[in-house]
């Protein structure tokens, strides 16, 4: 049976690029494990909140331009070998759609496991004044 998006994690898609949320649907079929999507896009205030907090490192998020996901288990599991799994759905559907993630997961420096983000090669923070 495939898995189906909760009623929380389609409220915390609301505002994401296309591509993006393309990239969601198909990673929900691909991924061999049941998710949610915890955040999306986020307000200029949630950001300070997550900044101060310690949550996140930049007042230039690609959260906030509906370029970037979290995500966790159902159930809110973060198991590594979970987001792992996860993160292989996302990179098959990114694959087959031929649109250009990230994973927080295989950064060098900040490791962000349950975040995957559209490239900002391709995906500048100003899409949508484009």
Not at 35 to 44: A, D, E, H, N, V
Not at 66 to 74: K, N, Q, R, T
């Amino acid at each position: 049976m495939p898995f189906r998006w909760s009623q929380r994690s389609l409220k915390n898609m609301v505002g994401l690029h296309p591509d993006l949320r393309k990239v969601c649907d198909l990673a929900l079929q691909k991924s061999p494990v049941d998710f949610i999507i915890i955040g999306g896009r986020r307000s200029l205030a949630q950001q300070r909140i997550y900044v101060k907090q310690g949550k996140s490192q930049t007042m230039n998020s690609r959260h906030l331009y509906g370029l970037a996901v979290d995500y966790c288990g159902v159930g809110g599991s973060f198991d590594m070998k979970m987001l792992r799994l996860i993160a292989g759905g996302f990179k098959e559907a990114a694959k087959e759609l031929a649109i250009p993630i990230e994973w927080g997961g295989d950064w060098k420096s900040f490791k962000d496991n349950d975040h995957i983000q559209l490239s900002a090669k391709k995906y500048p923070n100003n899409w949508e004044k484009k």
